[in-house]
């Protein structure tokens, strides 16, 4: 249909839809895009237009066109789902509950295609966010968006989420925040925003443009355009994290302070990208992150914030599901949500966070990257993410103490350790043999239910881990304590390690015992000629993982009162754009109290090392 001036076609689709299964045998699917200034509409549906709700929504919808064709929130599962609970609340925030008025749009994943929906009225009183909130669609990945307009005026084109195909793959965007560097310059004798859009990354060339006028849109383009600079494969998942956390961080780069930057990334139907850089705008007190929840059994009742609704997931749900719901802020009552970290990226798949290459390798490995009819898919090399860093801890440690090094250790040199950053389990299950009571520790609950369905571990502990360790210090001084303490790849995320250090030295002082762990370590290019950007002893990476120095770490055993047993030069921990990233392994040693009390009282200065090996439990 095409028109002089813009008319609603319900007359036209009325009978046309019936030809869908009723009156005429074409029963298979049906679609239909609709232009408004900009923008377009798409609605499609595998069902027969006949019989599909969707088909009914629009025949009475009185949408009016020229040209026409025959805050946000994410849900992804690990068995195909409807997302009508958290969407019946989430959509009062479009208008009712919330500012958030100036239009709304959902995309979800089937198979290889994506249905969207967008429309320029707010949310709360849109038909089409009515018929959906009751239509109950089953997708392992979506995402939903309820716009507040700050950049781009309020029209379908600038509606999230964002749509492009690349690499025969149907990738969506929906981002909330402000990013100075993406902010379109007014033309002062037109006053329209120009469409040249900045190049990230390898790019030289501007393949996908922006159609509205967000900065949200300008961005998704040129993440796009950077990637498919860099690619000329499908990237394997661990290979994609880093890049989209390289792009992430140059992103921010340089306007740390005015830019929020919060998105979701859609790549296909398993996989969902998530990076928050949270902050307020100036004046606001409103504060724009990301929180996270992951559902899992046993399941409990939900209880929505925005609106009087409740279900109880125990009658909805198996013992086979699992949920991973994101959205800006929390959508339910007395639910576990956590809050990004700044600077943070997590891949979901399967209803699960990622947030290490060697994870996102182990989801490779499983088949679930990235998949197309029209690009190669690249082999990842078996050896190439393997997580060996527990192993080399381990084997050095054991040399320090003059233990066994084999992997058929079976004597317990350490009778209560306490694993930092346990993630997955796997560093524990390097110990274990070795530990008579062994803890772990983990800031991501459902990486230490994965270590806690490892079997290696004593007990389990969700939460921080300095704040955990000074707890346990104030709840049980002079009674338990450690005489072990070990971080396989914890220090990566943590930039001051003074705090750590000095927890670490109270768990270990009663006792007195051993500390073991990696770092990534700044090469003496960068010591040298950033000298003054440096001072603090680390340094944050474009991987968005931290460096130190080698002298800041030896200026932290020196200050604590520990003693370098042994350590390492230059270990390859892990690999980054496919180079190998070197650090360091380094095992300490800390007196017990009592025996630095006894060295005091016979006025003797304090030895350095004195570590009392623990008989057998």
Same mark, same amino acid.
């Given at each position: 249909?095409?028109?002089?001036?813009?008319?609603?076609?319900?007359?036209?689709?009325?009978?046309?839809?019936?030809?869908?299964?009723?009156?005429?045998?074409?029963?298979?699917?049906?679609?239909?895009?609709?232009?408004?200034?900009?923008?377009?509409?798409?609605?499609?549906?595998?069902?027969?237009?006949?019989?599909?709700?969707?088909?009914?929504?629009?025949?009475?919808?009185?949408?009016?066109?020229?040209?026409?064709?025959?805050?946000?929130?994410?849900?992804?599962?690990?068995?195909?789902?409807?997302?009508?609970?958290?969407?019946?609340?989430?959509?009062?925030?479009?208008?009712?509950?919330?500012?958030?008025?100036? +239009?709304? /749009?959902?995309?979800?994943?089937?198979?290889? @295609?994506?249905? &969207?929906?967008?429309?320029? %009225? =707010?949310?709360?009183?849109?038909?089409?966010?009515?018929?959906?909130?009751?239509?109950?669609?089953?997708?392992?990945?979506?995402?939903?968006?309820?716009?507040?307009?700050?950049?781009?005026?309020?029209?379908?084109?600038?509606?999230?989420?964002?749509?492009?195909?690349?690499?025969?793959?149907?990738?969506?965007?929906?981002?909330?925040?402000?990013?100075?560097?993406?902010?379109?310059?007014?033309?002062?004798?037109? +006053?329209? /925003?120009?469409?040249?859009?900045?190049?990230? @990354?390898?790019? &030289?060339?501007?393949?996908? %443009? =922006?159609?509205?006028?967000?900065?949200?849109?300008?961005?998704?383009?040129?993440?796009?355009?950077?990637?498919?600079?860099?690619?000329?494969?499908?990237?394997?998942?661990?290979?994609?994290?880093?890049?989209?956390?390289?792009?992430?961080?140059?992103?921010?780069?340089?306007?740390?302070?005015?830019?929020?930057?919060?998105?979701?990334?859609?790549?296909?139907?398993?996989?969902?990208?998530?990076?928050?850089?949270? +902050?307020?705008?100036?004046?606001?007190?409103?504060?724009? @992150?990301?929180?996270?929840?992951?559902?899992?059994? =046993?399941?409990?009742?939900?209880?929505?914030?925005?609106?009087?609704?409740?279900?109880?997931?125990?009658?909805?749900?198996?013992?086979?599901?699992?949920?991973?719901?994101?959205?800006?802020?929390?959508?339910?009552?007395?639910?576990?949500?956590?809050?990004?970290?700044?600077?943070?990226?997590?891949?979901?798949?399967?209803?699960?966070?990622?947030?290490?290459?060697?994870?996102?390798?182990?989801?490779?490995?499983? +088949?679930?990257?990235?998949?197309?009819?029209?690009?190669?898919?690249?082999?990842?090399?078996?050896?190439?993410?393997?997580?060996?860093?527990?192993?080399?801890?381990?084997?050095?440690?054991?040399?320090?103490?003059?233990?066994?090094?084999?992997?058929?250790?079976?004597?317990?040199?350490?009778?209560?350790?306490?694993?930092?950053g346990c993630g997955s389990g796997l560093s524990g299950a390097q110990f274990r043999q070795?530990?008579?009571?062994?803890?772990?520790?983990?800031?991501?609950?459902?990486?230490?239910?994965?270590?806690?369905?490892?079997?290696?571990?004593?007990?389990?502990?969700?939460?921080?881990?300095?704040?955990?360790?000074?707890?346990?210090?104030?709840?049980?001084?002079?009674?338990?304590?450690?005489?072990?303490?070990?971080?396989?790849?914890?220090?990566?995320?943590?930039?001051?390690?003074?705090?750590?250090?000095?927890?670490?030295?109270?768990?270990?002082?009663?006792?007195?015992?051993?500390?073991?762990?990696?770092?990534?370590?700044?090469?003496?290019?960068?010591?040298?000629?950033?000298?003054?950007?440096?001072?603090?002893?680390?340094?944050?990476?474009?991987?968005?993982?931290?460096?130190?120095?080698?002298?800041?770490?030896?200026?932290?055993?020196?200050?604590?009162?520990?003693?370098?047993?042994?350590?390492?030069?230059?270990?390859?921990?892990?690999?980054?754009?496919?180079?190998?990233?070197?650090?360091?392994?380094?095992?300490?040693?800390?007196?017990?109290?009592?025996?630095?009390?006894?060295?005091?009282?016979?006025?003797?200065?304090?030895?350095?090392?004195?570590?009392?090996?623990?008989?057998?439990?």
């Open positions: 249909m095409n028109c002089a001036t813009p008319t609603d076609f319900n007359f036209s689709f009325r009978g046309f839809k019936c030809r869908g299964g009723n009156t005429d045998i074409h029963a298979h699917g049906w679609g239909i895009a609709i232009y408004e200034g900009r923008g377009v509409r798409t609605f499609h549906d595998p069902l027969p237009c006949a019989q599909s709700p969707i088909a009914d929504m629009v025949s009475s919808y009185p949408i009016k066109t020229l040209n026409m064709m025959a805050q946000y929130a994410m849900l992804l599962s690990a068995k195909p789902t409807d997302f009508n609970f958290s969407f019946r609340g989430f959509k009062c925030r479009g208008g009712n509950t919330d500012i958030h008025a100036h +239009g709304w /749009g959902l995309a979800i994943y089937e198979g290889r @295609g994506v249905r &969207t929906f967008h429309d320029p %009225l =707010p949310c709360a009183e849109s038909p089409i966010a009515d018929m959906v909130s009751s239509y109950p669609i089953k997708t392992l990945n979506m995402m939903a968006h309820i716009r507040y307009a700050t950049q781009g005026g309020v029209s379908l084109e600038n509606v999230h989420p964002f749509q492009r195909e690349m690499w025969g793959i149907q990738w969506t965007f929906a981002h909330n925040g402000e990013v100075p560097k993406f902010t379109q310059p007014k033309n002062p004798q037109s +006053g329209c /925003g120009t469409t040249e859009v900045p190049m990230l @990354g390898r790019c &030289t060339e501007l393949i996908y %443009l =922006p159609v509205g006028d967000t900065d949200s849109e300008a961005v998704f383009c040129a993440m796009l355009n950077a990637l498919r600079a860099e690619f000329t494969t499908l990237p394997t998942l661990p290979v994609l994290y880093e890049a989209i956390q390289r792009l992430s961080c140059e992103i921010v780069r340089g306007d740390e302070k005015e830019t929020i930057f919060n998105f979701l990334l859609g790549c296909g139907q398993f996989t969902m990208f998530a990076f928050s850089w949270p +902050g307020a705008r100036e004046g606001s007190k409103v504060w724009n @992150g990301l929180h996270y929840l992951v559902r899992t059994p =046993p399941f409990k009742t939900a209880t929505l914030k925005d609106v009087d609704y409740a279900v109880d997931f125990n009658e909805t749900n198996d013992d086979n599901d699992r949920v991973a719901i994101i959205a800006t802020k929390p959508l339910t009552h007395l639910e576990n949500w956590k809050e990004m970290e700044r600077g943070q990226l997590l891949m979901f798949d399967n209803g699960l966070p990622y947030s290490r290459p060697y994870e996102c390798a182990g989801i490779e490995r499983c +088949g679930r990257g990235l998949s197309s009819r029209s690009f190669p898919r690249t082999e990842i090399c078996p050896n190439q993410y393997a997580y060996n860093i527990p192993k080399l801890l381990r084997r050095l440690t054991c040399k320090a103490l003059g233990k066994n090094e084999g992997d058929d250790c079976s004597v317990v040199w350490a009778e209560r350790a306490v694993d930092l070795c530990v008579g009571y062994l803890t772990g520790v983990d800031l991501n609950p459902e990486m230490a239910k994965e270590a806690r369905d490892r079997g290696c571990y004593d007990r389990i502990v969700v939460g921080d881990a300095e704040c955990i360790l000074q707890k346990e210090h104030e709840d049980t001084v002079g009674i338990w304590g450690y005489d072990f303490v070990f971080a396989c790849d914890l220090f990566a995320y943590i930039g001051d390690l003074r705090p750590m250090f000095n927890t670490v030295r109270k768990s270990l002082e009663n006792r007195g015992g051993t500390f073991a762990f990696s770092a990534e370590i700044m090469n003496e290019t960068l010591d040298e000629s950033k000298e003054e950007d440096c001072d603090a002893g680390f340094v944050l990476q474009s991987c968005a993982r931290f460096a130190h120095k080698r002298r800041y770490i030896r200026s932290l055993v020196e200050e604590f009162g520990f003693e370098t047993l042994l350590s390492t030069e230059s270990t390859v921990l892990r690999q980054h754009d496919g180079k190998d990233v070197l650090g360091a392994l380094i095992v300490l040693s800390l007196p017990s109290e009592r025996s630095m009390i006894h060295c005091h009282a016979r006025n003797r200065r304090l030895p350095t090392w004195s570590l009392p090996i623990p008989s057998r439990l």
